[in-house]
């Protein structure tokens, strides 16, 4: 079971990039995803969420207009799109897996995989 981030970079306020979180070893569309960022010195905290079954969506509430969680199972991926990205959206991203319901709580994730970095700076 792996779980691969990708997709950080370095944006100016107001800009846009899209996340891929794709799994090897199991099939996504069998558990909720959740997507998670931490702050140099900050706690880390769960910014997006989808459910297996249902697809059902949880966002935190800083990102809500802005960030979008979608799954295409053709490429066993899910993606968090982020838009009108802000200083404050700086930070490593992580996505995480769990066979159960989606949460913006990190305790219920079982397996995680690297962070990718996004730096949101004029």
């Known amino acids: 079971v792996q779980l691969q981030a990708s997709g950080g970079g370095s944006v100016q306020p107001g800009g846009s990039l899209r996340l891929p979180c794709t799994a090897s070893?199991?099939?996504?569309?069998?558990?909720?995803i959740g997507w998670f960022r931490q702050a140099p010195g900050k706690e880390r905290e769960g910014v997006a969420c989808i459910s297996g079954r249902f697809d059902s969506i949880s966002l935190e509430e800083s990102v809500r207009g802005r960030f979008i969680v979608s799954r295409d199972t053709s490429k066993n991926t899910v993606y968090l799109t982020m838009s009108s990205l802000k200083p404050e959206d700086t930070a490593i991203y992580y996505c995480?897996?769990?066979?159960?319901?989606?949460?913006?709580?990190?305790?219920?994730?079982?397996?995680w995989g690297q962070g990718t970095q996004v730096t949101v700076s004029s």
């Open positions: 995480a897996s769990v066979s159960g319901y989606c949460s913006l709580r990190s305790s219920p994730y079982t397996d």
């Open positions: 070893g199991f099939n996504l569309e069998n558990y909720a």
